[in-house]
């Protein structure tokens, strides 16, 4: 099983740039999806994006499509969500995600736990 740690978030203004990098234990990285999540004070879950195992396969929620990118290397274990163009509603606690399951595909999960493993959180909090 995989085991997400995040990190990378930080205070922007807005149409900045951040780069949230996602590092996960485990020997068998390659063989699991992945995805990025954001809760904003007083709302529930929502999904961000997400990528297949080999990389082959994203998506992404409307709301950050064209602004933010996923991506992911396998030699080194990590996950990125690269995200451009900030606005002010993009403030929340980013989750990465790890699916329990190898060579599964969710293409739009609502909750980290439709994958299976998170971790603690980032914060990003973008200043108009």
């Known amino acids: 099983q995989v085991q997400p740690v995040e990190s990378g978030g930080g205070l922007v203004q807005t149409g900045g740039s951040l780069r949230l990098s996602c590092a996960a234990s485990?020997?068998?990285?390659?063989?699991?999806?992945m995805g990025w999540f954001r809760q904003a004070p007083g709302k529930e879950h929502e999904f961000v994006a997400t990528i297949s195992w080999s990389g082959g396969m994203t998506n992404y929620a409307d709301s950050v499509k064209g602004r933010f990118t996923i991506s992911r290397d396998n030699a080194k274990n990590t996950v990125y969500l690269q995200m451009n163009s900030l606005k002010p509603e993009d403030t929340a606690v980013y989750y990465c995600?790890?699916?329990?399951?190898?060579?599964?595909?969710?293409?739009?999960?609502?909750?980290?736990?439709?994958?299976?493993?998170w971790g603690q959180g980032t914060q990003v909090t973008v200043s108009s």
């Open positions: 995600a790890a699916d329990v399951r190898p060579g599964r595909w969710i293409a739009r999960p609502s909750h980290p736990a439709d994958l299976g493993s």
């Open positions: 485990g020997r068998t990285f390659s063989a699991y999806s």
